[in-house]
């Protein structure tokens, strides 16, 4: 039952995630952690940290490590088919249908229009994260004597490291994970 569950679960989120990887993990988000309550926030969100530190796209990796936590091996097997199947069948159709027709204006309407909710989506995935790793709780749950300072200083810095000089994923992900570390050694009672 729980194969069968994961599996329509990411049928459900290879169909609907438009936009890429990051559009997906609200929709996995949902369909794990608040729909079928499979898994913990923080849990989910430990997850999608590692998946995004790994090579590949994140939607697939989120699937790969959420079947392996959840069902093993046959779960791997199964999320990552049904968050690829949807994905697979419709960029096939699409393909046909835009080299037939991506000359009509109406073609370039509807890729324009789908733009913006693609963004909110990230967003809301992003803003999702920012307050699990500053606060430790989603927005229904902060309490502002719960905000990690060592947290919103790595975010700041990484923000400024990024936009400033340019720096790769690789080097603000290292960086940040030993300074963060360092910070809750070395400083006593954060933790």
Known sequence: MLLLQLFFSFIQVGLFSVGGGYAAIPLIQNQIVDIHGLMTLEEFTDLITIAEMTPGPISINSATFVGMRLAGIPGVILC???????????????????????????????LASLRPAVVALIASAGLSI??????????????????????????????????????SAITIIFGTGVVGTLAYLVIPGLS
């Open 130 to 167: 920012l307050l699990l790793a500053l606060f430790q709780a989603d927005k229904h749950n902060l309490q502002i004597n719960d905000f990690h300072i060592v947290e919103a200083v790595l975010f700041v810095g990484a923000l400024f490291i990024l936009r400033k000089y340019k720096a």
């Open 80 to 110: 990552t088919f049904g968050c690829i199947l949807p994905a697979f069948v419709i960029c096939s159709l699409l393909a046909y249908f835009y080299y037939k027709y991506r000359k009509l204006g109406a073609v370039q309407t509807i």
